[in-house]
């Protein structure tokens, strides 16, 4: 937040796929991974901001972290980003945290314990809606695509708005019932959604790869390639 407040413009840099880095994602990954390595020693860790440790493979825990998840938004400076921090236990998502530092907001999420918001110092259980029409589709304000058009105007009789959300707030959203499905065809990796997919599936919904099979991580091969989708209901899966 005290590099956000500041004109960072001239230290961005671009990555070989063209996605930008910030001074903030690589002092916020020096954080996080320094005191998950002292907490945790024996947990191993996946990064996006650091460079891959490929014993982690040999190993059933591994924390998925994206240090500041919406780099594009936090450059706009529209306070839509996030920190994602997930645990994997033999390559499943059974632990999530999201926060939200513009807005110091938590969502938060463990496997058999439920989905919780934290804001204000107040903790409130989330869940996801049973609509199935009338809906709210969240959609993506960086990463559009012709076949997400395609899917919304083949439903728009079940669709009564589209918004858009920046970082991993869209699948938030799906899972505190600001919204009803979130479908996404765009390449993204295993940090982007590790920590979004324990909030949604312990807030009751409904989260799978574009095939319908189960997405992994601690994968060797990090990229999300089938696209995914977060709904609140099997009734609203539409591919």
């Given at each position: 937040?005290?590099?956000?407040?500041?004109?960072?413009?001239?230290?961005?840099?671009?990555?070989?796929?063209?996605?930008?880095?910030?001074?903030?994602?690589?002092?916020?990954?020096?954080?996080?991974?320094?005191?998950?390595?002292?907490?945790?020693?024996?947990?191993?860790?996946?990064?996006?901001?650091?460079?891959?440790?490929?014993?982690?493979?040999?190993?059933?825990?591994?924390?998925?972290?994206?240090?500041?998840?919406?780099?594009?938004?936090?450059?706009?400076?529209?306070?839509?980003?996030?920190?994602?921090?997930?645990?994997?236990?033999?390559?499943?998502?059974?632990?999530?945290?999201?926060?939200?530092?513009?807005?110091?907001?938590?969502?938060?999420?463990?496997?058999?314990?439920?989905?919780?918001?934290?804001?204000?110092?107040?903790?409130?259980?989330?869940?996801?809606?049973?609509?199935?029409?009338?809906?709210?589709?969240?959609?993506?304000?960086?990463?559009?695509?012709?076949?997400?058009?395609?899917?919304?105007?083949?439903?728009?009789?079940?669709?009564?708005?589209?918004?858009?959300?920046?970082?991993?707030?869209?699948?938030?959203?799906?899972?505190?019932?600001k919204a009803d499905v979130y479908y996404r065809y765009a390449l993204c990796s295993e940090w982007?959604?590790?920590?979004?997919?324990?909030?949604?599936?312990?807030?009751?919904g409904i989260f799978r790869q574009m095939d319908g099979t189960e997405m992994t991580y601690n994968?060797?091969?990090?990229?999300?390639?089938?696209?995914?989708?977060?709904?609140?209901?099997?009734?609203?899966?539409?591919?």
């Open positions: 937040m005290e590099i956000y407040k500041t004109d960072f413009d001239s230290s961005i840099e671009y990555k070989a796929d063209n996605s930008p880095l910030t001074i903030a994602d690589k002092a916020a990954n020096e954080i996080i991974v320094n005191m998950l390595r002292s907490s945790y020693p024996e947990v191993s860790i996946l990064s996006e901001e650091s460079k891959q440790d490929e014993t982690r493979f040999e190993n059933d825990l591994c924390f998925i972290v994206d240090p500041l998840d919406g780099t594009k938004e936090f450059i706009k400076k529209n306070d839509e980003f996030t920190v994602n921090i997930a645990l994997a236990y033999k390559h499943k998502a059974v632990m999530g945290v999201i926060y939200v530092p513009a807005k110091k907001l938590t969502y938060y999420a463990a496997e058999g314990y439920g989905a919780y918001k934290e804001e204000n110092g107040v903790v409130t259980k989330i869940a996801v809606t049973n609509k199935v029409d009338n809906l709210i589709l969240v959609g993506s304000k960086s990463h559009a695509s012709e076949k997400l058009k395609e899917l919304i105007n083949k439903n728009k009789h079940l669709i009564k708005e589209v918004v858009s959300a920046g970082s991993s707030l869209k699948g938030t959203m799906v899972a505190e019932g982007d959604t590790a920590a979004m997919q324990c909030i949604v599936e312990q807030a009751g994968r060797k091969n990090n990229l999300n390639e089938k696209g995914f989708y977060a709904i609140n209901t099997e009734k609203n899966l539409w591919v």
